[in-house]
């Protein structure tokens, strides 16, 4: 495998993609996601998901052989339906932070990015996706100069569209929860580190180091399931960290009230509505 730190390049900054489009009259509809994004509530995963059977709940994986623990880790990677997501992504234009709840099945999520400081809402319901923020957000983070144009989208829902390639960066916040592309394929170039302690807990490292990318980390419990809790890139340019917790807790995504709701054609290539 290669312990995969491609999440950089689905970073959901919005910077100058909102002060682009907001501004923009036109713009084609080129679909880039064919995922089956199904509307509504995430359910809670079935009883007697393997994911959540309590067999494991007390086991050392440390006594564990390193196939073994290899094989166990990518079983349970596989096996998040749902979780809650946390950190802060390094790149050209700054950190972006960011607190989601994902569905991994309906790539639905909701929860909050952090940028330039300032503080933005985002959720995806099936095709929609819907970016809520104040004034400074817009006029510090996403660089939005027009007057006009903030009076009309600030505290409100901006509707976006999931298949629109202009919005590939805040569609793909739903990657960041997909802990099982960071296992998928690990081969021999990712060694078992020494054991660490992270927030208390005392956790197994798998780690990498790739030339181009520099060092990346990724973090498993030494007791109970091996469900990974934490990717780590150090590159200090385009690296960041991932941290997962609350694996399989149901997610619930509601959608906006209509009259908080904006949409502008330039956006969706739907009638303007604004509420």
């Known amino acids: 495998m290669t312990i995969h730190t491609k999440y950089r390049a689905t970073t959901v900054t919005t910077g100058a993609l909102a002060a682009l489009l907001l501004l923009a009259g036109c713009g084609d509809n080129d679909k880039d996601d ?12 079935p009883p007697g998901d393997a994911a959540t059977s309590a067999p494991d709940s007390g086991r050392d994986n440390t006594k564990l052989d390193d196939a073994t623990l290899r094989t166990k880790v990518q079983t349970a990677a596989a096996q998040v339906k749902t979780v809650h997501t946390v950190g802060a992504l390094r790149g050209p234009n700054g950190e972006t932070s960011f607190d989601l709840r994902v569905d991994n099945t309906t790539r639905n999520y909701t929860g909050t990015l952090i940028e330039a ?6 959720m995806r319901i099936g095709p ?3 970016l809520k923020a104040g004034a400074d957000y817009w006029t ?3 660089k939005v100069t027009d007057p006009t144009a903030i009076a009309l989208i600030q505290d409100k829902h901006v509707k976006l569209k999931v298949e629109d390639p202009r919005f590939k960066g805040i569609s793909a916040a739903a990657e960041l929860g997909d802990i099982n592309k960071a296992v998928a394929d690990w081969g021999p170039t990712v060694q078992r580190r020494p054991d660490t302690d992270i927030a208390g ?5 798998f780690g990498e180091t790739d030339p181009q990318e520099g060092e990346t980390l990724l973090y498993v419990p030494a007791k109970g399931e091996t469900f990974p809790i ?7 340019a385009n690296g960041g ?3 997962w917790n609350e694996h399989n807790k149901p997610v619930t995504v509601t959608p906006p009230a209509p009259d908080t709701v904006v949409n502008l054609p330039a956006l969706t290539g739907e009638t303007p509505t604004t509420g």
């Open 34 to 45: 064919d995922r089956r994004t199904p509307a509504g509530d995430t359910a809670p995963p």
């Open 241 to 243: 960290t991932i941290d």
């Open 117 to 122: 400081g300032q503080t933005a809402q985002i």
């Open 201 to 205: 807990t005392r956790a197994i490292v």
């Open 140 to 142: 510090k983070a996403a």
């Open 128 to 130: 929609d996706m819907y």
């Open 230 to 236: 934490k990717l780590e890139n150090k590159n200090p």
